[in-house]
């Protein structure tokens, strides 16, 4: 089976602090793993992929993502919020058969 | 489980065919459903937003008439390809905005996706 579980429905930062947005995963098949931002009224926009090279992947607008094998996770993070960056954040793996799973989203909400 | 289905999840058909693909809300009543489209190596690209009881609406570059949207009933959207192409060979997923619970909860969920290969 395969799934995806974002851990925080809503996460919210002061702006300047870190984002760490979390994401866990099970899959039976060696996986692609992906992060996506909706901001409102707009289509999904890709942050960064994960698909079995390095394991931190460094993806736009200063986000990263590791992929640890052993805690089947793949947590967003980014050393400094900005304002921009208050959206919905949906982490995504891509398993066997072209199946994919998304999470159900994690809304970033940044104060000034 | 999953809250959105999406039906079939694999489909290969003959050029000059129509393909449907349908979208269900499971567990909520979605007024509003999105499709999206993703090519090879690319991000998924919102094609159409639809609306119950109403006409979609089709983001810039997306031929309505090619892409037919039919959102008849609160937990069903489909999109059928029309005449379908080699180049409509894509990966098509569907979301369905639960809009049950508070303004601030409203919730995005996504079919598994279909892959629509056109020989």
């Known amino acids: 089976a395969q799934s995806v579980t974002q851990l925080d429905s809503h996460v919210s930062v002061s702006e300047g602090t870190p984002v760490l947005l979390r994401c866990n995963y099970s899959s039976s098949y060696s996986p692609s793993l992906f992060w996506y931002v909706q901001h409102p009224n707009k289509g999904l926009q890709l942050l960064l992929k994960y698909t079995s090279a390095a394991t931190l992947v460094k993806g736009i607008n200063g986000f990263e993502a590791e992929f640890k094998k052993s805690e089947t996770s793949f947590h967003l993070t980014k050393p400094s919020a900005h304002m921009s960056d208050a959206a919905e954040y949906f982490c995504v793996v891509k398993g066997g058969y072209q199946k994919v799973t998304f999470g159900t989203g994690t809304k970033l909400q940044v104060i000034p | 489980g999953a809250v959105v289905s999406q039906h079939p999840s694999w489909v290969i058909c003959k050029s000059g065919t129509s393909v449907k693909i349908e979208c269900r809300s499971l567990d909520f009543q979605a007024t509003t459903m999105f499709w999206y489209r993703q090519f090879p190596k690319q991000s998924l690209m919102l094609m159409a937003t639809?609306?119950?009881?109403?006409?979609?609406?089709?983001e810039q570059g997306v031929e309505k008439d090619k892409f037919l949207i039919n959102h008849a009933s609160l937990t069903l959207s489909t999109l059928t390809v029309t005449s379908a192409h080699p180049e409509d060979s894509s990966f098509y997923i569907c979301s369905a905005l639960d809009r049950s619970g508070a303004t601030t909860n409203e919730k995005l969920f996504f079919g598994s996706g279909t892959q629509l290969s056109v020989l």
């Open positions: 639809s609306n119950e009881g109403s006409k979609a609406t089709y």
